[in-house]
């Protein structure tokens, strides 16, 4: 069995980083702000990548393989964990995939889809790179891919927990003006933050033994938020970018990361030639420390995670 590197917190004062000869490499993690309990999951999902890539050699399959461990896990907020909107009915979700073989696929705003990563993976074999609401649904349809699984009782909880929190004066999201918020909200659910509030990804970055590096991620969105709104992970540049100098990916307020064009940036510190550990720390450096931000990625020789908050994650080396 492969070994596994469990990182029950990263932040400026503790970061998980390695450095190895070219060969395989996945890191993954469970959200920015989830509970350190859960890199059992994370571990899960590294050993289910890792086993991947030995069968097909695919560094994209390996990355489509460890989030599907995620979006099956109903702790996390992604597949068949995604919260519930604030009508208790409805879920959307976003998921992309980008690989240096040239395929990029990311679908936004899907309802009923038990794995919105395979449905990223196939729109990356269409025309276009990325599909929304009910077109990307139609496609789901028509690819046979599995429905989502009745709304459970965890996801219930969840929003139950919820609808209980929304009262006090908690702004409802960092950086952003809580009146625009009010002005354009489309629930008749009064607006206010609550702590369980949800703005959680799950991903995987990997570098194949061939040298090929892929990204992909899940997530189910924010809550809560207008009905449409997509974050990050739908968005290549903003929660993933994949080129021949490495991977990464971003997890945490999906409006503060578009913003900063997150990944992308990260990204192009590493064409100006810091390491991985350089980069992904000069940047989580510039994120507002009240703003839950994490950050996976790996190069040609490192492997590492970063953020300024707990984030449960998990790196395989071999």
């Not at 992604?78 to 979700?93: K, P, Q, R, Y």
């Not at 952003?176 to 008749?188: G, H, L, Q």
């Not at 997509?230 to 503060?256: C, K, N, Q, R």
Request: charged share 20%; with cysteine; aromatic share 4%.
């Amino acid at each position: 069995m492969p070994s596994v590197t469990s990182v029950k917190a990263t932040n400026r004062e503790e970061e998980r980083v390695s450095n190895t000869d070219q060969g395989f490499a996945i890191v993954v993690h469970g959200g920015a702000g989830e509970p350190l309990d859960y890199a059992d999951g994370c571990e899960r999902a590294a050993r289910r990548g890792h086993a991947q890539c030995i069968e097909t050699g695919d560094a994209l399959d390996a990355a489509i393989a460890a989030v599907m461990v995620f979006e099956e896990d109903e702790r996390f907020n992604a597949g068949t964990g995604s919260v519930l909107c604030l009508d208790g009915a409805t879920i959307e979700m976003d998921a992309s995939i980008m690989d240096t073989r040239g395929r990029l696929g990311a679908v936004a705003g899907v309802r009923d889809v038990r794995n919105p990563i395979l449905l990223a993976r196939a729109v990356a074999d269409t025309p276009h790179v990325l599909l929304a609401g009910e077109g990307a649904d139609r496609l789901a349809r028509a690819l046979g891919l599995e429905q989502a699984r009745p709304i459970s009782a965890a996801q219930r909880k969840k929003h139950e927990q919820l609808l209980k929190e929304l009262a006090g004066s908690v702004p409802v999201m960092p950086g952003i003006n809580n009146r625009m918020f009010e002005r354009f909200w489309n629930y008749k659910t009064p607006l206010q933050l609550p702590k369980s509030a949800a703005h959680d990804t799950v991903g995987a970055v990997v570098r194949g033994a061939d040298g090929h590096f892929a990204v992909a991620g899940s997530t189910g969105g924010s809550a809560p938020s207008l009905l449409g709104r997509v974050g990050d992970t739908a968005l290549m540049g903003s929660g993933f970018y994949a080129g021949p100098l490495g991977a990464i990916a971003a997890t945490g307020v999906g409006e503060h990361i578009v913003r900063h064009m997150l990944a992308r940036t990260v990204y192009g510190y590493l064409e100006q030639g810091q390491s991985l550990r350089q980069a992904l720390q000069r940047r989580i450096d510039l994120i507002d420390k009240d703003v839950d931000t994490g950050l996976i990625g790996v190069t040609k020789t490192e492997a590492a995670s970063c953020s300024n908050t707990h984030m449960p994650t998990a790196i395989i080396e071999k």
